[in-house]
T-cell receptor
Framework: AQSVTQLDSQVPVFEEAPVELRCNYSSSVSVYLFWYVQYPNQGLQLLLKYLSGSTLVKGINGFEAEFNKSQTSFHLRKPSVHISDTAEYFCAVSEGYSTLTFGKGTMLLVSP | KAGVTQTPRYLIKTRGQQVTLSCSPISGHRSVSWYQQTPGQGLQFLFEYFSETQRNKGNFPGRFSGRQFSNSRSEMNVSTLELGDSALYLC??????????FGEGSRLTVL
């Protein structure tokens, strides 16, 4: 069965600093991987996705993620964060026709 | 295209009552999924419907049920509400087997 582990529940960072949010998954087959962002009192918005091809995936708002099959990881990065990036970030995995399984989320707290 | 629309956005119920939540997917999307989000458990999958048939089901008691209509709109129902059912209920639609597009959720408070 597929599962996702987000290693950090909270990541505090100063504005304009780089950030990495970690995600590891468990699956026995080929997977699709996703990162979503959730702002307060809103639904989830897709940041980026890995379906196949290049392991470096670029998304919206300057975020990117790298798929590492040997380490079963899909870490999210941004070289310089803004106050407006403060939100909760969810990593998700799906196998073939299955639905998405989400991690518990990482709260990114950006301070001035 | 209009996004996923969920109604109502907020509702308050008392223990023992039942509730029905509605979801209209993105036009052309035939798959609708429901998730429960709570601070302690995160996002938990309830069920997925495709062309009016339940395709996948999560690990929730039978008090949680859903259905999908021929126009792809979906409803979920929770009967005999418990305090622990207080949560944000998220609906999402997709085209095929890839990413989900989420609505803004229905926040249920059970008193």
């Amino acid at each position: 069965a597929q599962s996702v582990t987000q290693l950090d529940s909270q990541v505090p960072v100063f504005e304009e600093a780089p950030v990495e949010l970690r995600c590891n998954y468990s699956s026995s087959v080929s997977v699709y991987l996703f990162w979503y962002v959730q702002y307060p009192n809103q639904g989830l918005q897709l940041l980026l996705k890995y379906l196949s091809g290049s392991t470096l995936v670029k998304g919206i708002n300057g975020f990117e993620a790298e798929f590492n099959k040997s380490q079963t990881s899909f870490h999210l990065r941004k070289p310089s964060v803004h106050i407006s990036d403060t939100a909760e970030y969810f990593c998700a995995v799906s196998e073939g026709y299955s639905t998405l399984t989400f991690g518990k989320g990482t709260m990114l707290l950006v301070s001035p | 295209k209009a996004g996923v629309t969920q109604t109502p956005r907020y509702l308050i119920k008392t223990r023992g009552q039942q509730v029905t939540l509605s979801c209209s997917p993105i036009s052309g999307h035939r798959s609708v999924s429901w998730y429960q989000q709570t601070p302690g458990q995160g996002l938990q999958f309830l069920f997925e419907y495709f062309s009016e048939t339940q395709r996948n089901k999560g690990n929730f008691p039978g008090r949680f049920s859903g259905r999908q209509f021929s126009n792809s709109r979906s409803e979920m129902n929770v009967s005999t509400l418990e305090l622990g059912d207080s949560a944000l209920y998220l609906c999402a639609s997709r085209d095929g087997f890839r990413e989900l597009f989420f609505g803004e959720g229905s926040r249920l408070t059970v008193l």
